[in-house]
């Protein structure tokens, strides 16, 4: 399963992306402009399958975070219940509210996103799928 949670919102700017746990700034930069596959520890075949293709079919640059549910935001999705019976799902985001101010506001409008890289997410997305047939 593949959930599709908020893949439009990115900014090239320094301290544009924060995330649950500071931390992982070291690794994943402070730059909004990726798109993220999160998966769980333990994710199954065709998360990882999808994951390795989709960075290699997307022109969006791509980072995959894998780590514990327990960790804030790694569940906050419909993967989640896919999770919970089993299944091998993860979860496409430009992580929502960890970078755009915008998330559930008023000034949450379509001026705000980037309909080209959106675009391009979608399009790895496709082509991630249709290779796994």
């Known amino acids: ?14 301290k544009t992306q924060s995330y649950p ?11 909004g402009n990726f798109i993220t596959l999160v998966n769980k520890f ?14 290699k079919a997307s022109i969006v640059k791509t980072k995959k975070f894998t780590g514990p549910r327990a960790m804030p935001g790694i569940d906050f999705s419909d993967h989640l219940n896919y999770w919970d019976m089993g299944f091998s799902a993860l979860m496409v985001t430009d992580t929502s509210f960890y970078r755009n101010n915008n998330y559930h506001e ?6 705000t996103l ?4 959106m675009a391009g997410v979608i399009d790895g997305v496709f082509a991630a799928l249709t290779a796994l047939k």
């Open 21 to 31: 746990a500071g931390i992982l700034s070291l690794f994943y930069g402070n730059r």
């Open 114 to 117: 980037d309909l080209g890289r």
């Open 1 to 14: 399963m593949v959930s599709l949670e908020m893949i439009a919102y990115f900014k090239d700017d320094k």
């Open 106 to 111: 008023a000034t949450d409008t379509m001026e």
């Open 42 to 55: 333990g994710k199954g075949k065709f998360a990882r399958k999808f994951g390795k293709r989709f960075k």
